[in-house]
């Protein structure tokens, strides 16, 4: 499963009650990204609520594509979000607090740990496989993500 699959609204029952419709409790939902993409009702919700809602969506929803919110941009936006957390030295349980300071979404530290290990050992698959192909910038690349990203 995805880390964005994985994703939630961190205060989902307030969220549904203010905007008095029913929406699924993962941010990366089909309804979610619908609702918070048209910010329909989102002038229903508290301020620090729609500030951080509106934030998620114009950070991550926000792209050309002629299938936006559904075309996956939000998502690969949002894994580097976290790449770039980690990368900044915050561990887990950080990334988790910085989530829901910024935009009001959660995850178990746990599952943000799994993804980082992931993550990991795909730049490892990464520059293995660039090695052998002979693709030396590609290699360098991934090297220093995965170091960024080891600290």
């Known amino acids: 499963m995805a880390i964005t699959d994985r994703i939630q609204l961190k ?70 979000y976290l790449l770039d957390l980690r990368a900044s030295g915050l561990g887990p349980d950080a990334i988790v607090d910085v989530m829901e300071d910024d935009y009001m979404l959660t995850a178990y530290s746990g599952d943000v740990l799994g993804f980082l290990d992931e993550s990991v050992r795909t730049l490892e698959a990464v520059s293995a496989l660039a090695d052998v192909d002979g693709r030396d910038e590609v290699a360098d690349a991934a090297r220093s993500r995965r170091d960024d990203l080891v600290g």
């Open 11 to 80: 205060n989902h029952r307030q969220i549904q009650s203010q905007l008095e419709t029913s929406i699924p409790k993962r941010a990366f939902a089909g309804a979610t990204l619908d609702a918070f993409y048209a910010r329909e009702g989102l002038a229903e919700v508290d301020d620090a609520t729609r500030d951080r809602l509106e934030a998620f969506a114009e950070d991550f929803l926000v792209c050309d594509c002629e299938g936006a919110p559904h075309c996956g941009c939000g998502e690969r936006a949002f894994v580097e």
